[in-house]
């Protein structure tokens, strides 16, 4: 049977088997699509994602990639329906451009040579970025976002296989919402959404997923300060939470949260009363 679509969602006839019975229902499936993402023509990577939201997704994953710098730098985004995926043709400043070329050219270059495996690992660990302060958030308010998390997550509801990454305002409602099959990628989704003109920036984000090495990665080069996750924090993403001024708080559900680095943005008590606060 062809399953392949760029809808969202796929309904599948399912058999449930439930204590020795079954009985015939209706399943909804998340779809994830192949999505290239093309540099000036020259194709860069290829990932599975969500088929919504791609145009968001480009931006994002292009400025926290740090191919550009800021948006000004990408000129242009096409997207082009195939049976096999998405092509994102993105059209960068030649400056960027030649940048991205000769990060491809060092990595090919290392190929062949005993090397090349801590070659990559160093390619994989981007220059730390510290980012600003100045922004504040009092904690009493995460339970405002907690409370409404469902209801941002309508994907979620139906398939149980997305992530979602969600701005905060200082009031701690939910200001935009992004869903993915990939955590990063949802993250991408939410970064390319409020770098455009005219967009509300978040005062602080809220992951669904763990917040990883790679997640707060992304936080960094996007400047968010305040980094909330609902499930746990790796020691590679404290290790570089740490070092890039990021306030980072894990566990974020049930009443609790574990505040890991920077506490100095979160203001309405104690770190003793952290977990009564949500």
Known sequence: ?????????????????EQGQTSELTDYLANEV?????????????????????EAFAIGFTLSERIVRNINEIKGIELEYTEEGVLVQIEITQRCFMELKQQRRNMAGRT???LCGVAQLEEAV????????????????LKVALNFVKDNQQHFKLTGATHAAMGLN??????????????????????GAFSQKHAERPIAVLLTSRASFEMVQK?????IQILFAMSAVTSLALELAEKSNITL?????????????HGHRLTG????????AI
Do not use: W
């Open 1 to 17: 049977m062809y399953y392949y679509s760029h809808d969202v969602v796929t309904e599948k006839q399912v058999t449930l088997m």
């Open 219 to 223: 936080a960094a080069s996007a400047n």
């Open 126 to 141: 981007k220059p730390v970025i510290r980012v600003d302060d100045g922004a504040e958030f009092n904690i009493n308010n």
């Open 249 to 261: 708080v894990g566990f974020c559900r049930n009443g609790r949260a574990t505040l890991y680095t």
């Open 170 to 191: 200082n009031d701690g409602h939910i200001i935009d919402a992004y869903e993915d099959i990939g955590r990063h990628i949802a993250l991408d989704k939410l970064i």
């Open 112 to 114: 062949g040579c005993g």
């Open 34 to 54: 192949r999505v290239a993402l093309v540099y000036n023509g020259i194709a860069h990577t290829v990932m599975l994602a969500s088929p919504q939201d791609l």
């Open 269 to 276: 008590l104690s770190r003793a009363g952290l977990a009564k």
